[in-house]
C-alpha cells in the first residue's frame, strides 16, 4: 500500500503563488508515476501535471504549462506542485494520485493510490 499526504493549500490572491507537496509513504518502491489532479465545485476531476518517479519525465495540462512545474525530492519521498501566477481559475482541490505502473498520466483512472487532497482558493 502506498499513503499520499497533501498539504501547502490557502487562500491567495490572482498572481500570486503557492507550492504543494504530497509525502509519500509506504512500499514507495512501487512507485511508476505521480500526478496532481484538481476539482473544482461542479466539475469532473481534471490532470495538471504528471512526473515519472524513475526519468523524470514530465507533463502538463495545457491550461498550466509554463506556470505550474512538477518536481519531485526522491530522497524526501515527496511530490511538489509549484503553481505561478495564479489566477481564479485554478480555484479548486488538489489531489496527488499515484500509479505503481507505467501508466497513461492524464487519466485518473489509471491511477490506485489517491491523498485527501488540498484547497487552493485564488481571489481575483
Known amino acids: 500500500q502506498v499513503q499520499l499526504v497533501e498539504s501547502g493549500g490557502g487562500l491567495v490572491q490572482a498572481g500570486e503563488s503557492l507550492r504543494l507537496s504530497c509525502v509519500v509513504s509506504?512500499?514507495?518502491?512501487?512507485?511508476?508515476?505521480m500526478g496532481w489532479f484538481r476539482q473544482a465545485p461542479g466539475k469532473e476531476r481534471e490532470f495538471v501535471a504528471a512526473?515519472?518517479?524513475?526519468?523524470?519525465?514530465?507533463y502538463y495540462a495545457g491550461s498550466v504549462k509554463g506556470r505550474f512545474t512538477i518536481s519531485t525530492d526522491n530522497a524526501k519521498n515527496t511530490l511538489y506542485l509549484q503553481m505561478n501566477s495564479l489566477a481564479p481559475e485554478d480555484t479548486a482541490v488538489y489531489y496527488c494520485?499515484?500509479?505503481?505502473?507505467?501508466?497513461?498520466?492524464?487519466?485518473?483512472?489509471?491511477?490506485?493510490?489517491w491523498g485527501q487532497g488540498t484547497q487552493v482558493t485564488v481571489s481575483s
Open positions: 494520485a499515484a500509479s505503481p505502473v507505467r501508466n497513461t498520466p492524464v487519466r485518473a483512472d489509471t491511477y490506485n493510490y
Open positions: 512526473r515519472r518517479w524513475i526519468g523524470g519525465s514530465t
Open positions: 509506504g512500499r514507495t518502491f512501487n512507485i511508476n508515476t
